[in-house]
């Protein structure tokens, strides 16, 4: 049985081309995505903590930052932004969050931001994805 250089040709293309579709890293289907949070965060007279940073996404997904703050004298605090606009461009976030007992005060704490996409099941949220993450020492200063 003879075959043809064509269908041989053609054989070996397909083959590759598949190996190639099912090989593809996992990160080449991922936008471009970051999230920071600044150094300096705010404490106000009612003990509301301010904290801001910046964020860069693309492409389609309702996307939120979640900031968690800790001391290690106090409790932890965690809050999430609202939806956020995914353009391409840098765009900055600002939070503002009463701290529901949490006691934190000025000085020293941590900060992690975390860039997610809400997954929904219809309306309903039905998981969320961490996108990025920056995690920094930062200095929670009395707002004057």
């Given at each position: 049985?003879?075959?043809?250089?064509?269908?041989?040709?053609?054989?070996?293309?397909?083959?590759?081309?598949?190996?190639?579709?099912?090989?593809?890293?996992?990160?080449?289907?991922?936008?471009?995505?970051?999230?920071?949070?600044?150094?300096?965060?705010?404490?106000?007279?009612?003990?509301?903590?301010?904290?801001?940073?910046?964020?860069?996404?693309?492409?389609?997904?309702?996307?939120?930052?979640?900031?968690?703050?800790?001391?290690?004298?106090?409790?932890?605090?965690?809050?999430?932004?609202?939806?956020?606009?995914?353009?391409?461009?840098?765009?900055?976030?600002?939070?503002?969050?009463?701290?529901?007992?949490?006691?934190?005060?000025?000085?020293?704490?941590?900060?992690?931001?975390?860039l997610q996409e809400v997954?929904?099941?219809?309306?309903?949220?039905?998981?969320?994805?961490?996108?990025?993450?920056?995690?920094?020492?930062?200095?929670?200063?009395?707002?004057?």
């Open positions: 049985m003879r075959t043809s250089a064509r269908r041989t040709a053609f054989t070996v293309f397909s083959a590759l081309a598949a190996t190639a579709l099912f090989t593809a890293p996992a990160a080449a289907t991922v936008y471009n995505q970051a999230v920071s949070v600044q150094e300096h965060a705010e404490i106000a007279e009612d003990g509301a903590l301010t904290l801001r940073g910046t964020y860069h996404c693309e492409g389609p997904g309702a996307l939120q930052i979640k900031v968690t703050v800790q001391q290690e004298d106090a409790g932890n605090l965690s809050v999430g932004t609202g939806s956020l606009v995914c353009d391409g461009a840098d765009n900055e976030w600002t939070v503002r969050a009463p701290q529901f007992g949490a006691g934190l005060h000025p000085g020293h704490a941590v900060a992690t931001a975390e997954h929904l099941h219809g309306l309903m949220p039905s998981g969320v994805s961490t996108l990025a993450v920056d995690t920094q020492d930062i200095e929670i200063h009395e707002r004057s």
